[in-house]
């Protein structure tokens, strides 16, 4: 990983424009290629970014990261102050919580729940930037991504995206869909997947279990 500590504006342009003035930002550059520009604030999430693939041409005084969609993220820098790269090595990945990690069990077992047709291909298939939970054929025979949470988030939208990415980099796989699966899915999430044309399936992890709900039914 690549750490850069710079005075810099920053300019997107891509599915819409985006402006950062001047200001002391850090770059951040994985190994995978992923370039995010952050604040010394806002939490975890990046300023701006552009998700790998994607190649990055330094020159004197500004970098240009450029995606095969065509969007490009120009950093024009006025002063470095920092500038090191790390090796991480390779990452053990996400620990997951028992109830994720029961919930991703049971519906590997059965994929139907997630949607008619769906045959399971393998759990944790691997990326290049970590393992997608599972990997199924639809009835027509074509692959698909399942992302599971406990709850839906912005974030796990973002990384089933990444996922997409690298796997429908292979001709063997291409074209992947994706769809994200979570006990509840936040509004904002489920506008995002939906905006990136990835499915969104609420399950109830009782129903799984195959307990019977304390709800009362008129049926």
Known sequence: MRLVIARCSVDYAGRLTAHLPLAVRLIMVKADGCVAIHADGGAYKPLNWMNAPNTVEELEDRWVVSS???ETLTILIEE???DSAHELGVDPGLQKDGVEA?????LAANPTTIAEGLSLV????P???????LLCRDA?????AVEVKRRGEI???EQLTRYLDRLNLDPLLRPVRGI???????????TLATDRGIGCVEIDYDELRGIESDELRLF
């Open 180 to 190: 994200y699966v979570a006990q509840v899915i936040k509004p904002q999430a489920r």
């Open 122 to 125: 393998r759990r944790e298939y």
């Open 155 to 157: 974030d796990g939208v």
């Open 68 to 70: 095969p969609k065509g």
């Open 80 to 82: 470095v102050l920092h």
């Open 140 to 144: 027509d025979g074509s692959a698909v």
């Open 102 to 106: 029961h919930l991703q069990e049971l």
């Open 127 to 133: 990326t290049a930037i970590g393992p997608v939970d």
